[in-house]
């Protein structure tokens, strides 16, 4: 079974500064998804970007970008020029590319960000 | 309007009761599923449904159940809530014909069980 680690409960960034969230994930697939979503203090959760296992090159959405480690099994997401409006739980998320069951979303434990004015 | 609704948002019962958490969506979406959120756990897949006849217990389908109403409806039950069910219940939905099946979350329900 697929599993989602994240090593870091909470982090703190300075605003407009950079921060790296880490995200290892386990699987013996080959084509899958991943996911990163924010649950800010309102509790809505957020897509914030996704990558697709069998692209090379790291998917970016403004601010947000990740970094792809197929081989390490690595999907660390890094905010540039952070925000107070950044501060939220980020979850890191894996799916298969498959239907049915497998096709559910696993997610890791979450990382409490905070941003310091 | 929002997309996917649930309701109520918040909800304080006690032990032994039984609770219902209602889920409807606007985006057409077949597949819905529901989560349950504890601190320091993430999200934890309760049971999800991918068209109205179907239902699928997921990673902690004990005490709860689920009705799929219609496409766009999908209720958790808890039958006798017991006080480890406090937590924090989410309600999502996606299109089997999108490519990577994102999920769309609803607001979220807090429940709260003395």
């Known amino acids: 079974a697929q599993t989602v680690t994240q090593s870091q409960p909470e982090m703190s960034v300075q605003e407009a500064e950079t921060v790296t969230l880490s995200c290892t994930y386990d699987?013996?697939?080959?084509?899958?998804?991943l996911f990163w979503y924010k649950q800010p203090p309102s509790r809505q959760m957020i897509l914030v970007i996704r990558q697709e296992a069998y692209k090379q090159q790291n998917a970016t959405e403004n601010r947000f970008s990740v970094n792809f480690q197929k081989a390490a099994k690595s999907f660390s997401l890094k905010i540039s020029d952070s925000q107070l409006g950044d501060a939220a739980m980020y979850f890191c998320?894996?799916?298969?590319?498959?239907?049915?069951?497998?096709?559910?979303?696993?997610f890791g434990k979450g990382t409490k960000l905070s941003v310091k004015p | 309007d929002a997309d996917v609704t649930q309701t109520p948002r918040n909800r304080i019962t006690k032990t032994g009761k039984r609770i219902m958490l209602e889920c409807s969506q606007t985006k057409g979406h077949d597949r819905m599923y529901w989560y349950r959120q504890d601190p320091g756990l993430g999200l934890r897949l309760i049971y999800y449904s991918f068209d109205v006849k179907d239902i699928n217990k997921g990673e902690i389908s004990d005490g709860y159940s689920v009705s799929r109403q219609a496409q766009a409806k999908f209720s958790l039950s808890l039958e006798s809530a017991i006080p480890n069910q406090t937590a924090l219940y989410f309600c999502a939905t996606s299109d089997f014909k999108d490519r990577d099946h994102e999920q769309f979350f609803g607001p979220g329900t807090r429940l709260t069980v003395l």
């Open positions: 998320a894996y799916r298969s590319f498959y239907g049915g069951s497998q096709g559910n979303l696993i």
């Open positions: 699987t013996s697939e080959s084509d899958y998804y």
